[in-house]
């Protein structure tokens, strides 16, 4: 688990704490789940739901990445 500390803006807040937990979960030789949440963004407050928008659409993005890296680290 990782401490995320960005406001509704992405700039650093040391006040303002929420946290992204990611598992790998083996489900075969060669298949891994990957589970990611991120927890406790209703401590943004108002800005809380556009946050929230914009890290959905992010954390995908990241994960599709990985997932691609992963793949073609496999068929080599």
Do not use: P
Not at 11 to 22: A, C
Not at 38 to 54: C, N, P, Q, S, W
């Amino acid at each position: 688990m990782l401490a995320w500390q960005t406001d509704g803006n992405c700039h650093y807040d040391q006040d303002l704490v929420t946290e992204v937990e990611i598992k790998f979960i083996a489900e075969g030789d060669a298949i891994t789940r990957v589970e990611l949440e991120h927890r406790h963004i209703e401590r943004l407050g108002d800005k809380a739901e556009t946050f929230r928008g914009r890290v959905d659409g992010g954390w995908g993005v990241v994960l599709e990445c990985f997932a691609k890296t992963a793949d073609s680290t496999l068929s080599r």
